[in-house]
C-alpha cells in the first residue's frame, strides 16, 4: 500500500443556480489572456444540453480517455502510443476552435466616435482571433437555460445514448422536462487521461496534493492532451503554443485557501477536502470489466485515515501529519464515502475523476410540488423518485455508468434528510423508520444537513497548507506568487530555464523571454 | 588551386553553419524554453492540415533519412554490397523524386493555407515568413538537383564530390577543391541549406529538436514532487550582491 493524498472537490447540484459567477471569476484570474480567449477552465453547462466543447461527451467522436483491450488492459482509447506519435503532425481527434466557440469583442469605439447622425450607433462583433467583423454563431454556454428544448435535447450526447443503446426516449414534452446545471472544472484525476498522452512528459500529477499541471517549460505543443483528456478540459494557447488548463488554484491552495471558483460560489455548493489513497491499486480499479463497477472500484481506493494501519502507511509513504489530520476532517470524505451523497462524474471514462457531484434533488421536488403533493413528504418524494425515471436514468448516464441504483440511494438520503429535519423544524415526532430504511443515523443526518445546507465556509473547505516543515519557505508565498518558483511546475513554468519562469499572466506574444540576453548591469 | 570565394564558401562558412546551429540550439535551449513549441495552428483550421502536414512532414523525414544514406554512406560501402551504380541512381532518383514531391506539395499547401485562413495568417510572424520562403527554396532547389541535374538532364554522380566534401567536414579534413565542378544546382542547395541551418535554431523548426521519442519508453502517468524551491526565488547576481552589500 502506497498512500498519496489528493485534493478534491464535491458539487452539490441541488443548489446550483446557473449564475456562472464561478466561471467569471475563474476567467478574470486565469484566462483573461490573449490566446486563451475562448477558454474557460470553469464553466457551466445547463443539463440536458451540449456542453462545451459541444458534445465533448461523445467519445466515439473524440476518443478520450481510457478504454480496455481485448485482454483486458488498459490503453488509450486515442490509440497506442505509437499511433499517437504517428499523428503527431496533424491530430484527427482535435477539436477545431468553432467546437467551442470563436471568441469575440465588439467594435465599442465606434459608440463614442460615430459622428452625429439619425440612427443610434451599434457595436458590431469582432472577432478576438482574426480582429475582423464576425458574425456570432454559439457562444460558450450558448443553450443556458434551454435544457431539453426541442433544438438541444436530441444534441446531448448523453441523452442520444439514451435513445440509441438503451432504448429510453427522454421526454422532452412541455410538461415533463427537466434541466439542471452542471459547474465543470478539471477532475484532477487519479488516471489522467491527459498526462499519459502527453509526448513531451511535460504533464504530470503532483505528489504532495494530486494536482495535474502543465509545465509550460516543457510542453511542446503537440496537443495530444487536449484530444486525450475526454472531459476536454485541458486547452490550447493558440498565442504561445502550449496546454493549458485548470491548476486547482494551487497557489491559493498552498497557502490553505479554497479555488477562486468556489470562494466565489453564491450558492455555496462546492466542498474541497484531501481524501488519501491507495496509488499501487489505481491501475487495477480503472481496469475493471464491468462499467458499472468502476464507482464502487473508486470509492474502494479511498483510505479511512482513522484507521490505524492506514496512518501508519501515510507516515511511511511521506504524507504530513497535517494532511492526515485534514483528511479526518474532510468534508469531501463525508459526502463520497460516509454518507454516499457524491458521485464521479463518467466514471466510463476510466479516468477516475476526483470532482464529484451530488445529483440534483431539487427538479424532482418541483416536479412533485406542482402535481399538487407536498413535495418534502417523504412517502411521495420516494415514490417520485422512482416514478421519474428519466432523470434517474438520465443522471446515472452522467454519475454511474448507468448504474441507477446509487443515484437513487443519493437521491432517497437526500430526501430522507429533507423530510426528517422539515418534521424537527415543525415539531413533529420524526418517523425513526425514514432514516434506517437509507442506512443512516440520526446524528449523521444532523451532521449531514449542517454541511449541505448550513454549509459553514471552515467546515466547507478544509484545506491543509502545503507543509508546516516550508513554513518559513511558505511566508514568501503570501507575499510574492508561488507561480514564480525557480524550476517550479505549471502555469508560470520554469524548468530550469535560465532566465527563470515566464510570467504566462503578462506575457504576450512580441516579449522577449527574459534571461535570453545578459542583463545589463546598473550600478 | 582553390580561389579564396571557394574556400570561404566550401571551408569556412560550413563551420560557421555548424557553430551556428549548436551554439544557437544550446541557448534556445537554455535561456528561452518557454518559446520552444510547435505553435501548431490546427486549432484554427484542420481541414488542409490533416492532408499536408503529414505529408510535408513524413515527406521531409524521407528526404532527411535519404540525405543522410547519400552523403554519409561511402560510395565503396555500397559497391562492395554488390549495388550497381544505375540501380543506385535509379533508386535515388525515384525515392527522392517522390518524397521531395510530398514535401513540396505539403509546404505549397501548408503555405496557402496560412495565406488564406485569417486566422492562422494572424498567427504569423515575421520570423515565420522568413523560414518558409527560406525552406522553400532549399526544397525547390533540392528538387530541382534530383529532377533537373540528376533526372532530365542526365547523370550527376553526387558520390564523388559532394559526399566525400561533407564526410570531410565532418571529419575536420575540409577540402574545398572537391567542390570546384559541382553543378549550380547543388551549390544553390548547399548553400541555401547552410543559411537555414543557421536560422534553425532561432526559428520555430528548433522543434523538430524536441522530438518525443521518449514517449514510447516511459510509464504513462508522470508524478512530479512540487521540489524543494517551493515560494522562494533563487536571486540573480545582483540581488545575491545587495544582500552581501546589507542593502
Not at chain 1, 484570474?29 to 444540453?49: A, I, L, Q
Not at chain 1, 465543470?184 to 504530470?204: D, K
Not at chain 1, 415514490?383 to 441507477?404: K, N, Q, S
Request: with cysteine.
Amino acid at each position: 500500500m502506497r498512500v498519496m493524498a489528493q485534493l478534491a472537490m464535491v458539487m452539490n447540484l441541488d443548489k446550483c443556480i446557473g449564475c456562472h459567477t464561478c466561471s467569471v471569476t475563474c476567467k478574470q484570474t486565469w484566462t483573461n489572456r490573449e490566446g486563451v480567449e475562448y477558454v474557460w477552465f470553469n464553466n457551466v453547462e445547463t443539463r440536458p444540453g451540449q456542453g462545451y466543447p459541444r458534445q465533448y461527451e461523445d467519445q466515439r467522436r473524440w476518443r478520450g480517455g481510457w478504454e480496455l483491450s481485448r485482454r483486458g488492459r488498459l490503453r488509450l482509447r486515442g490509440g497506442s502510443r505509437l499511433r499517437r506519435l504517428g499523428s503527431l503532425f496533424a491530430n484527427p481527434e482535435l477539436p477545431a476552435l468553432t467546437d467551442y466557440y470563436e471568441p469575440w469583442t465588439y467594435d465599442y469605439r465606434t459608440l463614442t466616435t460615430a459622428p452625429l447622425g439619425d440612427d443610434s450607433p451599434v457595436a458590431r462583433p469582432v472577432s478576438a482571433v482574426t480582429g475582423a467583423p464576425t458574425t456570432i454563431h454559439s457562444g460558450p454556454n450558448w443553450d443556458d437555460s434551454l435544457g431539453g428544448g426541442p433544438e438541444n435535447g436530441a444534441l446531448d450526447p448523453v441523452v442520444a445514448k439514451l435513445r440509441d443503446e438503451l432504448g429510453h426516449q427522454v421526454r422532452f414534452e412541455f410538461e415533463q422536462t427537466f434541466m439542471f446545471y452542471l459547474p465543470r472544472i478539471c477532475e484532477h484525476c487519479l488516471n489522467p487521461s491527459c498526462v499519459a498522452s502527453c509526448p513531451s512528459g511535460a504533464m504530470y500529477k503532483r505528489v504532495e496534493d494530486g494536482i495535474v499541471l502543465v509545465d509550460q517549460d516543457r510542453c511542446r505543443g503537440w496537443r495530444m492532451c487536449v484530444s486525450g483528456c475526454p472531459y476536454k478540459k485541458v486547452y490550447f494557447n493558440h498565442r504561445t503554443g502550449k496546454a493549458e488548463k485548470c491548476t486547482f488554484c494551487y497557489p491559493r491552495m498552498e497557502v490553505g485557501q479554497p479555488t477562486v471558483c468556489a470562494e466565489t460560489c453564491v450558492g455555496r455548493l462546492r466542498y474541497i477536502g484531501v481524501l488519501l489513497y491507495d496509488v499501487d491499486r489505481v491501475t487495477e480499479a480503472a481496469s475493471v470489466q464491468d462499467e458499472k463497477g468502476l464507482y464502487p472500484a473508486q470509492l474502494d481506493l479511498f483510505l479511512d485515515p482513522e484507521d490505524p494501519e492506514v496512518v501508519a502507511a501515510a507516515e511511511r509513504s511521506g504524507v504530513p501529519h497535517e494532511w492526515i489530520q485534514a483528511a479526518r476532517r474532510s468534508p469531501v470524505r463525508d459526502l463520497i464515502c460516509t454518507y454516499r451523497l457524491a458521485l464521479p462524474l463518467h466514471p466510463e471514462y476510466r479516468t477516475m475523476p476526483m470532482v464529484w457531484y451530488i445529483p440534483p434533488l431539487s427538479p424532482v421536488v418541483d416536479a412533485l410540488a406542482k402535481t399538487g403533493f407536498d413535495g418534502e413528504d417523504a412517502g411521495n418524494l420516494f415514490g417520485a423518485i422512482e416514478a421519474l425515471r428519466i432523470p434517474v436514468e438520465y443522471l446515472a448516464e452522467l454519475f454511474t455508468a448507468g448504474d441507477p441504483e446509487p443515484v437513487r440511494a443519493s437521491m432517497r438520503r437526500l430526501a430522507a434528510m429533507r423530510s426528517f429535519m422539515r418534521s424537527v423544524n415543525l415539531g413533529e415526532v420524526p418517523d425513526q423508520n425514514l432514516l434506517s430504511g437509507v442506512g443512516l443515523t440520526e446524528d449523521q443526518v444532523r451532521a449531514m444537513y449542517r454541511l449541505l445546507a448550513v454549509a459553514k465556509y471552515d467546515e466547507r473547505y478544509v484545506i491543509p497548507t502545503a507543509g508546516v516543515g516550508q513554513a518559513h519557505e511558505l511566508e514568501a508565498v503570501a507575499t510574492k506568487c508561488s507561480l514564480d518558483t525557480e524550476g517550479g511546475p505549471g502555469m508560470g513554468g520554469g524548468g530550469g530555464s535560465r532566465g527563470g519562469p515566464v510570467e504566462l499572466v503578462v506575457w504576450n506574444a512580441q516579449s522577449r523571454p527574459e534571461g535570453l540576453f545578459p542583463r545589463r548591469e546598473r550600478s | 588551386m582553390t580561389s579564396p570565394l571557394d574556400l570561404l564558401l566550401w571551408a569556412v562558412l560550413p563551420y560557421v553553419t555548424i557553430a551556428v546551429l549548436v551554439g544557437g540550439t544550446l541557448w534556445r535551449f537554455r535561456y528561452d524554453r518557454f518559446g520552444l513549441s510547435t505553435r501548431s495552428s490546427q486549432l484554427h483550421e484542420s481541414r488542409l492540415l490533416r492532408t499536408a502536414s503529414p505529408l510535408f512532414h513524413f515527406g521531409l523525414l524521407f528526404v532527411a533519412a535519404g540525405h543522410v544514406f547519400g552523403l554519409l554512406v561511402p560510395k565503396s560501402l555500397t559497391s562492395f554490397l554488390g549495388v550497381s551504380e544505375e540501380m543506385y541512381h535509379l533508386g535515388a532518383l525515384v525515392m527522392g523524386a517522390l518524397a521531395g514531391c510530398a514535401t513540396v506539395a505539403g509546404l505549397a499547401i501548408l503555405m496557402w493555407r496560412r495565406w488564406r485562413t485569417p486566422a492562422v495568417r494572424g498567427a504569423t510572424t515575421r520570423n515565420d515568413r522568413l523560414t518558409y520562403v527560406l525552406l522553400g527554396v532549399v526544397l525547390l532547389a533540392g528538387m530541382s538537383t534530383t529532377v533537373l541535374t540528376n533526372g532530365v538532364m542526365g547523370e550527376y554522380d553526387y558520390r564523388e564530390t559532394i559526399s566525400p566534401w561533407f564526410r570531410g567536414i565532418l571529419l575536420l579534413q575540409p577540402d574545398p577543391a572537391l567542390m570546384e565542378s559541382v553543378p549550380l544546382t547543388y551549390k544553390a542547395h548547399i548553400l541555401g541549406a547552410m543559411a537555414l541551418f543557421c536560422l534553425w535554431p532561432f526559428s520555430r523548426l528548433v522543434h523538430a529538436f524536441t522530438a518525443p521519442v521518449q514517449y514510447l519508453l516511459r510509464p504513462y502517468v508522470v508524478y512530479r514532487s512540487r521540489g524543494e524551491g517551493l515560494g522562494t526565488r533563487e536571486l540573480g547576481a545582483r540581488e545575491r550582491r545587495r544582500e552581501r552589500q546589507g542593502l
